[in-house]
């Protein structure tokens, strides 16, 4: 359920194990709207699984320097991929591109996608799972992923566990392709007083960009791009040059949640993934990630165990720990990088050029070296 990352990862992964997926998404096609994201070395790993990487790489970026500034230009900290050694690899590149490389390869592999299919609610008896569709359409089946996102109907229908948290920042996302001067190997994240901005290449001379912003009541639909350069426009370049050269229509706007790790993931023949199962902020970048890693373990255990029933189970119990681990780690790094204190925002600019650059490469090289279960 769902033809959003987690959801294409996991039909590739099951039809590379030889299980046949049909995919039911509630939007029209495929969207053209979305930002960029980063891909840590775990879900580079889990890309070179699902034989995908090669075609990533054609239109995605790798950038080899990092730099953090505090909002007027003085540098905080400088990295250089290189000297993290191999196995350190990210991959920025923009969602529609990445999203469209797993449907055809997810197609290739004899996936079906149906669109246009709003799943409402579904019921199990011994044998089957029936989904309802908003259209009075219903499908009989015998095996369940919801991969239908935050605000997922899978897990309302197992859980039940009320609306998601929100955290207290929101952001902008855009994308560029007008500022020529971007350096194409460059990743930027800027720091000011409970605000934050990122930029990075997103391959085809395209720069992705986010501005974060803490606020408890919300973006309140400060939606444009004047709303953005208001918070931002007089930050160190480049930021007001990023956003300033980004089309109006290619700036969204997201409040960001997550939840409180769930006990129970799963009923039956049905279980949840990605966001649907462990929403996150996206402070660790690891929400992507995870759901990347998700559809491996799945595909894994549905390989290893014949009775489909217990290998949903052993993929819950592969998982939970790893991911409830993320959305406490992404809590934190939201509550050191966003926060509004004046002392607080003087002390992080004074530790993080103290923090060596090995500290950071040694988080690369953990998400690297996780061992992920084979297809
Ligand atoms: C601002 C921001 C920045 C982020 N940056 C990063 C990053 O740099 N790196 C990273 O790894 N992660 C990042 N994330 C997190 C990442 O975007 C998510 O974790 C990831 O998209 C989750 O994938 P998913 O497939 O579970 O959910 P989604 O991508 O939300 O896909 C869910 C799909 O299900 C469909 N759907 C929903 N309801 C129904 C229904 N009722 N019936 C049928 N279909 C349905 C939706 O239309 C959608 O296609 C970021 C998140 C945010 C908000």
Not at 217 to 224: E, I, L
Not at 284 to 299: K, T, W
Not at 351 to 359: D, E, G, N, Q, R
Request: glycine share 8%; with cysteine; net charge positive.
């Amino acid at each position: 359920m769902g033809a959003g990352l987690g959801g294409l990862a996991a039909a590739i992964s099951l039809c590379k194990v030889q299980i046949g997926v049909d995919i039911y998404e509630k939007a029209p096609n495929l969207q053209e709207v979305g930002a960029g994201i980063v891909l840590y070395p775990n879900a580079v790993n889990a890309l070179k699984q699902m034989g995908v990487y090669e075609q990533i790489a054609k239109v995605a970026s790798f950038p080899s320097q990092g730099k953090y500034l505090n909002s007027k230009g003085k540098v905080l900290v400088k990295l250089n991929m290189a000297d993290f050694g191999p196995g350190a690899e990210a991959i920025t590149v923009h969602r529609h591109d990445l999203q469209k490389v797993l449907c055809d390869k997810a197609l290739a592999l004899g996936a079906k996608i149906h669109f246009n299919k709003d799943c409402w609610t579904l019921e199990q008896d011994k044998d089957t799972v029936t989904l309802h569709f908003s259209d009075d359409t219903q499908v009989e089946t015998n095996i369940v992923i919801g991969a239908d996102g935050i605000h997922s109907k899978i897990r309302k229908n197992l859980l039940n566990d009320g609306e998601p948290r929100y955290t207290g920042s929101f952001t902008w996302r855009g994308v560029t392709s007008q500022l020529v001067s971007y350096p194409a190997n460059l990743s930027l994240m800027v720091f000011g007083r409970g605000k934050q901005f990122g930029a990075t290449p997103v391959g085809k001379n395209r720069v992705y960009w986010f501005a974060t912003m803490s606020d408890q009541k919300g973006h309140r639909d400060r939606r444009s791009k004047s709303d953005v350069l208001k918070f931002f426009g007089d930050w160190t370049d480049p930021v007001n040059e990023l956003i300033d050269t980004t089309k109006e229509s290619e700036i969204l706007t997201h409040n960001l949640y997550d939840r409180d790790p769930a006990v129970k993931w799963g009923e039956d023949r049905v279980t949840i993934l990605g966001d649907a199962a462990h929403p996150m902020t996206p402070f660790m970048g690891q929400g992507g990630c995870q759901s990347l890693e998700d559809a491996i373990a799945l595909a894994h255990c549905m390989k290893v165990n014949s009775n489909p029933v217990e290998a949903l189970r052993d993929y819950e119990k592969m998982r939970q720990a790893r991911t409830s681990d993320f959305v406490y780690q992404s809590r934190k790094s939201e509550a050191m990088t966003m926060s509004n204190s004046r002392i607080a925002t003087m002390l992080r600019d004074a530790i993080l050029p103290m923090v060596p650059s090995k500290l950071i490469a040694k988080q690369l090289h953990t998400l690297a070296n996780y061992k992920m279960p084979e297809l």
